[in-house]
């Protein structure tokens, strides 16, 4: 969440939010606030209003930024390919099997 604030902040538009298993998508722009307030309500992302979840893979998404956070090894060599962000920032727990990388 507070990766989502500072990136909002700067102008940034999230299109996608992944906790744990579960995955959504939001094509207008999403509020950090209005999540956040969503999950301590609701206690989790699951269907936040507006967004539509999703069983997509979001690491495969095309964007500039992708932020994974706080849930180590992510990105592994089995996946790495695949991610077609232009830019990986590690937000939390930084570990990858990946020479790549």
Same mark, same amino acid.
């Given at each position: 969440m507070h990766t989502c604030r500072y990136f909002d902040r700067?102008?940034?538009?999230?299109?996608g939010v992944i906790? +744990? #298993?579960?995955?959504? #998508?939001? *094509?207008? !722009?999403?509020?950090? +606030?209005?999540?956040?307030e969503w999950v301590n309500q609701t206690g989790s992302i699951k269907d936040f209003p507006g967004a *539509?979840? #999703?069983?997509?893979?979001l690491?495969?998404? %095309?964007?500039?930024?992708?932020?994974?956070?706080? !849930?180590? +090894? !992510? /990105? #592994? %060599?089995? $996946? !790495? $390919?695949d991610i077609k962000a +232009?830019? /990986?920032?590690e937000g939390a727990k930084l570990h990858h099997d990946s020479p790549r990388i």
């Open positions: 700067a102008g940034a538009h999230i299109i906790e +744990k #298993t579960l995955r959504f #998508t939001i *094509q207008r !722009v999403l509020i950090p +606030k209005a999540l956040e *539509q979840n #999703t069983e997509e893979n690491l495969h998404y %095309s964007c500039d930024i992708l932020i994974p956070c706080a !849930v180590e +090894k !992510v /990105i #592994t %060599s089995d $996946n !790495v $390919n +232009k830019i /990986i920032v």
